[in-house]
């Protein structure tokens, strides 16, 4: 069982840059695809982006397209979400999750495809 811990969530001023961390414990992070997701108030958990084990594949939504970027470092058990030019829109509490599934890429994009889940981490951007 790995467990996921979050980190670098706060408050920032629009256009601004924050770096989201998240760290696994419990088993080895290699092997595992990491997805990252934001949960609005009243709403499902939204696909941000997705890293595969490797690192080599790298998916994002459409809203964050060129904006944020999804990197690991599996010696580190650690993913990262470095997010720039936010906008207040991204207001949100973001999870990164994992799963050693094999599927269709698509699927990778639907948070029931993920296994563990971090508890969370709050990004505030003001206007």
């Known amino acids: 069982q790995v467990q996921l811990v979050e980190s670098g969530g706060g408050l920032v001023q629009a256009g601004g840059s924050l770096t989201l961390s998240c760290t696994a414990s419990g088993r080895t992070f290699g092997g595992y695809a990491v997805g990252w997701f934001r949960q609005f108030p009243g709403k499902e958990r939204e696909f941000v982006a997705t890293i595969s084990w490797s690192g080599g594949l790298t998916y994002y939504a459409d809203s964050v397209k060129g904006r944020f970027t999804i990197s690991r470092d599996n010696a580190k058990n650690t993913v990262y979400l470095q997010m720039n030019s936010l906008k207040p829109e991204d207001t949100a509490v973001y999870y990164c999750?994992?799963?050693?599934?094999?599927?269709?890429?698509?699927?990778?994009?639907?948070?029931?495809?993920?296994?563990?889940w971090g508890q969370g981490t709050q990004v505030t951007v003001s206007s």
């Open positions: 999750a994992v799963t050693s599934k094999l599927r269709p890429i698509d699927f990778y994009f639907r948070a029931a495809t993920y296994d563990n």
